[in-house]
């Protein structure tokens, strides 16, 4: 593994999100978020660590950073 890849999935970790099925609410909890339906928690578990605005999926998460919090 290279450095570039080691410091890619460090980002990875810190903007993801796992989807966790709670039994008893029967609610879909991603992060501190909690949605009633699967689908909208998927839609939620990629987040933003500077604005924490939520992202269905990485690519688009990328595209938000480039936009918004160009480097
Ligand atoms: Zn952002």
Redesign the pocket.
């Known amino acids: 593994m290279n450095r570039g890849s080691f410091m890619s999935s460090i980002k990875y970790r810190v903007n993801h999100n796992p989807i966790m099925y709670d039994h008893l609410t029967k609610m879909y909890q991603v992060g501190r978020k909690v949605f009633r339906s699967y689908s909208d928690a998927k839609a939620n578990q990629w987040q ?1 660590d ?4 939520a992202f269905s999926s990485f690519k688009e998460l990328k595209v ?2 480039n936009d ?2 160009a480097y």
């Open positions: 933003c500077k604005c924490n605005r938000h950073k918004n919090h």
